[in-house]
């Protein structure tokens, strides 16, 4: 380090701030994968019902232990018709019940956990299909000598889209049943005692999404097989309005942003009143910024032209809400506008931001126009907002240069 020191020894000393932006870290424990909501007899019909039988529950619930869970056979859900518009040959949805005795945490210990689990079928493996959206409810009763009682502890109607090949992606409730609707008295846990779950999946064309095989898509990022480009601000599919000072508007599904962003997934699932509000107001983002990242949710497309400027907002927005396509896109953009002008903005970002593609372009402008940056205020404002770590790397660069 003394090296580093000698190096820029003979270098003014200036403070100009760089941009901060704040975020906040949502923490939301046990975040449900579902959404409920009141369908539209007129608008929604019966595909398909599977039920599964988990027989003598009593010796099951005794003798297992709490980290324990059962799963059922598979089952099948036909393609719902949307599907097959698309594709006339498609593979039937392959599912799996996921049932927890003794409740998936402590504080469920006291119920049953229920879970519906997806598997790949044939037709989403061959095409890269990551997605599967389903509509169902769910029926439960109990059976034993005494009585079969339907016990219907939820009664909702559930619409999830699940993420293919991820083993913790299910949809379901931890606490789904009490075991006192099951055992009403100590007793009854010695008795014969037989669980029946009824699934019904369901269609509805106001709720139903398109997910098409990746390769009919051109966007390339991780979840291109979900298209919702001609459905962008359209008043007919959505159920949520973002407002601005400005007095703009954006109109945009639920669904569809959280199914491309954690943040917003989070957002609504949350516990705070923006959560349920069908009026959300931004402030301290433009709204020009905010429409480009919705679009592009919706799109996976991003504007041409865009300044520097414009691109340094769009890709903080896009970290804040942890879109990583987005900022993928952005950053690519970005490091076309290396030049005298930028040049230390975006190495900073690089480093702050842990953009590799940023902090290389930066690094390579350093090393290559060395002599005529060397004593300018831009260069000072490295020095100042640099650690330890990040003068190394730039004595580094003016010593070996910096590859391709």
Partial sequence: MQLIKIFFSSLSYSHIKFFFFSFFLIIIMNVKQESNFEPNKDDIYHLTSYTWIVKDFQDIYCHMDKSQFILSERFYSPSTPIMKEHQEKRDDNIWRFLFVPHGKSEISKEHISLYLFPLKNEYEEQNGICYRQAIYQIEMFVHNDKRTSLIDPKDKIYNHIAKLNNKYNRCGEYDYCELKNIFPKDNDKTEKTDLIFKIQFYYDKNYTIDIFPSNDIKDNSK??????????????????TFKFSCGSEIKASRLVLAIKSSYFKALFNGNWKESKSPIITIKDVKYECFKRMINFLYSGKLDSNLSFEELKDLFIESDIRDIMELKKAVSTRIVKHVNENYWDEILLMGWQMKNMEMKQAGLKYFSEHWMEIKNS???NNIIVNSNFDWLEELYKAKLFGVGK
């Fill in 223 to 240: 979840d291109s097989s979900l298209s919702f480009e001609n459905y962008f601000n359209d008043e007919n599919f959505s159920d949520i």
């Fill in 377 to 379: 205020e831009k260069m």
